[in-house]
Structure formats: structure tokens, C-alpha cells
């Protein structure tokens, strides 16, 4: 199950801890009917809003601690809001009587250090500035800029592609004991492998919805499950014909990417996400929002997409 990042630090409220600790709790009802339904469950989870902040935090200390690198922070926020979530949940299973372990598992994904997105970083990260101030901070931080659709400018930050994770076989020892596992959070730690085989850290962020895809299809799950902020994927989204959709083939969801119906960053990737775990073996992939989780796991909410044949 990718449960959004913006689902634990929504738009428009103040991300404090103790709000994050709040939504983190609301988003749980989904994991329950999950349990009661009695599925072996991995949890991944987004943290985009979470890092933004991590960021401006070194940024505003820059003169007086020494600059923590985006693949520290990604590594930090991922076991920080993995505590949230498995505490949190820990904290449900005990008042429904669920004995049931939960385990977060810092989670490096490989990625290719030659990847396209090195050299031209796409993936908008942290707070938004004025032209003069992000010129500034550019030079400063040797920052990559680049104006956003609003007129402001923000960081870019390389978000490659994953390949695999290199934790995979001790999540799927882990699930087949039946414990519970957060894992590749934010979409887990970049890193790739030297010519002497050591593994080393990067400087970027991988998209959790991809990340989860791997994840699911290394571990040999059944079921993609992603939680978002709409209840149903939408053909022409936002526009006076939009119009949900309740079931589609990965062949349907290839032609409708290829028409441009998803948004690139935000519905796009998780249906590449599914389309790629259903075409590695997976038997579903289902796309709703918290609030319907129950009906959809009945079949009567959501987006649910199967092999083409």
C-alpha cells in the first residue's frame, strides 16, 4: 500500500509534528480494513512536503551547522515518519486487540548514476522564491533553478528511475513471518553501485509510486494499492467532461497516457506504477482515496486495473 505524502501533511495547514502524528492516525483506517481483511501488508509512503522542509531547515542554518545532503534528509525524514506511521499503528492494532509486529526498514533503492535525469534534474523540490532570492540561493548552495508554472522558481533536484531494492529479500522474509513492514519510504534512499561493488549514496529523490512498483514486484505481492486525494482516476480531469473510471486493462491505461489524460507528477505516475507491477505479474492494482478504502476493497469504490488479456 503508497499512501501519499500529502495524506500525513495536507496542503494549506501548518506541518507541525503533532499534525503530521494527527493525519497519520485518520490515514490508519485504510490499513485496518486491510488487516481485517487479513492481507500480509507493506507500506510505503511519500514525503515530499517532509523533505521541503528538512531542506529549508539546513537552509536557514547554513552559517551555523554544516549542510546536511538531500540523500541524508531523504534518509532522515524516511526513519522519522517511518516511527510515526509504525508507532501510531502499533497504537490501533493494540486497542482493536491485533497482536501483530510492525517494522520500518530504511530502504536504499539503486538507481543508474548515468540516468538522463542527472544532468537535466526535472523533479521541483522545496519552497517557492522570487527570481532574485532563488539566483541567490542557487549560487550559494550550487543549486539547479528552474521556473514553475506559477512564475516563481524553486529547486530541481535529479529524480532517476529505480531498478531494484536492495532490501528486498529481508522485507519479503519479514512479510512471510507476518509482520508488518514501512518500508522505501518518500521512495527510499538513491543509491547505485561502484565499479568495486560498494554501494554509495546520491543526491536525489526517486518517486514513490515507482518505488513501490519494484517493491511489490521484487517481494511477489498480489495487490497494488495507492492511496490518493481523488476517489477514482479520471479521464480529461478537471475539465467540464471529465469522467471517473471504476476498471481499466494496462493496455487502457498505456493508450490513456499516451493521450495525455494524467498529469505528469501527480496521476501519471502511478499509473505507470501499476501498469508496470501488472505487466511483472501482479494481479491488480487499485487507486482510490482514504475514504473509501472499504468500498473499494469491495469492489465498489476506486479504480481497479488488471492485465490486458
Known amino acids: 500500500m503508497a499512501l501519499g505524502g500529502n495524506a ?17 492516525r485518520k490515514s ?46 531523504v534518509a532522515d525524514v524516511e526513519g522519522g515518519m517511518g516511527y510515526m506511521i509504525q508507532q501510531s499503528l502499533q497504537n490501533l492494532l493494540k486497542r482493536e486487540g491485533i497482536y501483530r509486529d510492525v ?16 544532468s537535466d534534474p526535472t523533479k521541483f523540490i522545496g519552497q517557492r522564491y522570487n527570481n532574485e ?15 514553475t508554472s506559477d512564475g516563481k522558481w524553486r529547486r530541481t533536484v535529479p529524480s532517476p528511475k529505480p531498478i531494484s531494492i536492495v ?26 553501485f561502484m565499479e568495486n561493488g560498494n554501494l554509495e549514496g546520491f543526491d536525489a529523490v526517486v518517486d514513490k509510486d515507482l518505488a513501490s512498483s519494484i517493491l511489490a514486484q521484487e517481494i511477489g505481492a498480489r495487490y497494488l494499492l495507492t492511496i490518493t486525494n481523488v476517489d477514482n482516476v479520471y479521464i480529461n480531469f478537471g475539465q467540464s467532461n471529465q469522467k471517473p473510471i471504476h476498471q481499466m486493462t494496462s493496455f487502457e491505461a498505456r493508450k490513456y497516457m499516451k493521450e495525455g489524460h494524467f498529469a505528469n507528477g501527480t496521476m501519471q505516475p502511478k499509473i505507470k506504477a501499476a ?35
Open 103 to 118: 517494522v520500518t526498514v530504511i530502504t536504499q533503492v539503486v538507481v543508474d548514476k548515468n540516468d538522463p535525469e542527472i
Open 275 to 309: 501498469v508496470e507491477f501488472i505487466n511483472h505479474g501482479g494481479e491488480s492494482a487499485l487507486i482510490t482515496s482514504i475514504e473509501n478504502i472499504q468500498h473499494a476493497l469491495k469492489g465498489d469504490a476506486g479504480t481497479i486495473i488488471t492485465n490486458s488479456k
Open 133 to 147: 532570492e532563488a539566483q541567490r540561493l542557487s549560487r550559494n548552495f550550487g543549486w539547479t533553478i528552474k521556473k
Open 28 to 73: 490508519l483506517s485504510a490499513i485496518k480494513h486491510l488487516i481485517d481483511h487479513g492481507y500480509d501488508l507493506v507500506i510505503t509512503h511519500g514525503n515530499g512536503p517532509q523533505v521541503g522542509n528538512a531542506l529549508l531547515r539546513t537552509e536557514l542554518t547554513a552559517d551555523q551547522a554544516p549542510i546536511l545532503p538531500l540523500g541524508y534528509c
Open 167 to 192: 532490501e528486498s529479500h529481508a522485507i519479503t522474509e519479514l512479510v512471510n513471518a507476518g509482520k508488518i513492514v514501512i518500508a522505501a519510504g518518500g521512495g527510499g534512499i538513491p543509491v547505485y
Open 8 to 24: 500525513i501533511s495536507p496542503k494549506g495547514q501548518i506541518d507541525t509534528i503533532a499534525n503530521q502524528f494527527s493525519h497519520t
